[in-house]
């Protein structure tokens, strides 16, 4: 062992380095006030039956949120960890792959950008062709085929069986 790993293997580990599932905690606190101060902003009409009204999910929610953050809040402060990563397949001295990770934000970027000008069924086959691409797909002619068939399947369901309209772009009069 050299003198800078003896240092770092000996080195006591910072409180917040050992306490890091905290930061879970806070996130699921902020997310539960969030949903409580939205649910006590819906509007409710005096003319409602009935004590369930549009406000009891979401405060259920909110409150059950703050009970889960300080719940397990007070299980990190009293020494209790989470378990390590077990999976067999998962190498945790890999380093992240972010070209992947761009590749994959571009490709929802470009989806989020296209929508209005190209459309669902264009602006989400170029979404999942990306994906595609970026998860290490290299079939040049089915991946865009398969692409196109999940996008006019989707929004074919959503658009003409569940009535939910998604933007057609200039394929509205074709399909």
Known sequence: MSVIEEKTASAPKSWWRTHSE???????FAVGVLVLVDALSIPTDFTQRGPVGPKAVPILVGSLLLLVSLLL????LRGGRGEAEAGEDVDLDAPADWRTVLLLSGAFLANA???DTLGFPLS??????GAAYALGSRHLVRDPLIAAC???VTWFVFTVLLGVP???GPLMGVL
Do not use: E, H, K, N
């Open 113 to 115: 950008a296209l929508i």
């Open 22 to 28: 905290l930061g879970v905690c806070v996130f699921l």
């Open 166 to 168: 998604l933007p057609g």
């Open 73 to 76: 809040a007070r299980d990190v």
């Open 124 to 129: 989400s086959a170029i979404m999942f062709w």
């Open 150 to 152: 999940v996008s006019l």
